[in-house]
């Protein structure tokens, strides 16, 4: 528990010392008009409390991540305290911060126009597809695990299947209806629950004072087939930097007041993100030392919403488990609604198609909820569809971060800024990315041996090409 409590600890002080750092390059200016002011429209550009911001934001980049990545990346022992730790505070954080930071800066931008003014046109026309394609994985992967759950908690005749329909019916309002209409009025209620669940978890942990493995005992991963590099960094993404989270950033850029909200709404967030997953690796670690990788039962291994499931019932007790289940129910939904919320906008932005008529938007939304729907079928109807959507969604995620990042950094180094700050980071997810892609089964499947060494060179190249870059300039 020390190794635990001393994580939790610096994820807290991170926030107030470095993101104050963070805060400070990017310098606020606390009389400049914001978009929420300057182009308010009734539907996305619309002036919200700080507050209901943090909570929006924080429900849209949690997702399943925290929890159920979190679940998986315990078994790398307590590699995955340090990678929640130092990834949330150094990396994903920051990444989050300079993306609606930046967004707050430039009218609202959506990321594809962000990176396009840093890394160029033909880089942004690429981004838009590959964002695209991204937020409608992410609509129809986060959709399976939310309507099982509530399948096993109501009666037979409402099956998985009726709860799909439940969920996309309220993607569909969510997407089109102004985002003070539903989002802004019932995600307070889902935070609610989500950190009910995760501080519940906490404070039973204390009471329980569970034996948890120590930093200086070893990282103790067990599986060879799944190295800590590049698979831990990829297993546990939302939970210390995830690319999904920028595209979520300029959409609470648009509903700000002033710029001095955004440490606690962009950084805050995230930080908050990363103690929700700290406990659930942390309970995850002490179930698979109590009862195995393997339900004795039925002989299968356990599911994330497995394990999350049951330490929830064990820990908070029948009302508490229920609630607990609900802030898992909403967290994949809630991003969800607004991965096709921004999907929206960023297709309006590139087509100029104004939003504040519902037929424009139905016009935007149908194709998109066709092509979501398409992707579900497919998870659906095969085998192994569901595990391949989520593989390719697990690292388009993480290579989406590598774009934003550098992105900030050549926007930092054109201010005359620290880039370091986001310089390090981009480095390292572009050779976890690319490792990751050369490694897996559903990438090219090399070797670690031959893997590591080219990962090794790109890294060196992307850091040759950066600095003759920049001294050219």
């Known amino acids: 528990m020390i190794t635990f409590i001393l994580a939790i600890t610096l994820l807290v002080l991170g926030y107030f010392i470095y993101g104050r750092y963070v805060t400070n390059v990017f310098s606020p200016d606390p009389d400049k008009k914001t978009p929420a002011l300057e182009m308010a429209d009734g539907v996305d550009y619309i002036p919200m409390p700080t507050w209901k911001l943090f909570m929006i934001q924080f429900l849209n980049i949690a997702g399943l991540g925290p929890i159920f990545g979190a679940i998986m990346g315990a078994q790398f022992g307590t590699a995955s305290y340090l ?3 130092f990834g949330t505070i150094f990396a994903g954080a920051v990444h989050d911060f300079f993306s609606g930071a930046i967004s707050l800066r430039t009218r609202g931008a959506n990321l594809p126009e962000i990176i396009g003014m840093y890394l160029g046109e033909n880089t942004k026309k690429a981004m838009i597809v590959f964002i695209l394609i991204l937020m409608i994985l ?6 399976s695990g ?6 096993a908690m109501t009666p037979k005749h409402l099956n998985a299947i009726f709860w799909m329909g439940v969920i996309f019916l309220y993607y569909l309002l969510a997407t089109l209806l102004p985002i003070d209409k539903i989002i802004g009025k019932i995600y307070p209620l889902f935070a609610i629950a989500l950190l009910f669940m995760a501080f519940g978890i906490l404070f039973v942990m204390f009471v329980k004072w569970p034996s948890l493995p120590e930093i200086w005992n070893g990282f103790g991963t067990k599986y060879d087939s799944n190295p800590i590099f590049p698979m831990m960094f990829i297993s546990i993404a939302c939970g210390a930097i ?3 989270h920028a595209t979520q950033s300029p959409m609470m850029a648009r509903c700000m007041k002033n710029e001095k909200y955004a440490r606690p709404v962009f950084y805050g967030a995230m930080v908050t993100e990363g103690i929700v997953a700290l406990i659930w690796a942390a309970a995850a670690t002490w179930f698979y030392g109590e009862y195995g990788t393997v339900d004795a039962a039925t002989g299968t291994p356990y599911s994330g919403a497995m394990v999350a499931t049951r330490i929830s019932h064990e820990w908070l007790g029948t009302i508490g488990g229920i609630v607990a289940i609900m802030g898992i129910v909403a967290a994949p939904i809630t991003s969800g609604d607004t991965a096709l919320r921004s999907a929206r906008m960023i297709t309006a932005d590139m087509l100029k198609v104004e939003q504040k008529s519902i037929r424009k938007r139905l016009m935007i939304c149908i194709p998109l909820f066709v092509l979501t729907m398409g992707v579900l079928i497919f998870s659906l109807t095969n085998a192994e569809g569901f595990k391949i959507i989520w593989r390719y969604f697990a690292w388009c995620n993480q290579t989406l971060a590598v774009f934003t990042l550098w992105a900030i ?5 054109n201010r005359k800024k620290n880039y370091f700050i986001t310089l390090i980071p981009a480095i390292l997810m572009t050779a976890v990315t690319l490792c990751y892609i050369l490694m897996a089964p559903e990438g090219f499947n090399i070797p670690a041996t031959i893997s590591y060494p080219i990962t090794a ?3 060196i190249a992307s850091i040759i090409w950066f600095y003759k870059w920049k001294k050219q300039r």
């Open 83 to 85: 990678w929640i730790v």
């Open 138 to 143: 992410v609509g129809a992967v986060f959709v």
């Open 146 to 151: 939310p309507a099982e759950l509530l399948a």
């Open 242 to 244: 995830s690319g999904f």
């Open 409 to 413: 950094t050549v926007y930092l180094v």
């Open 457 to 459: 060179c790109a890294s």
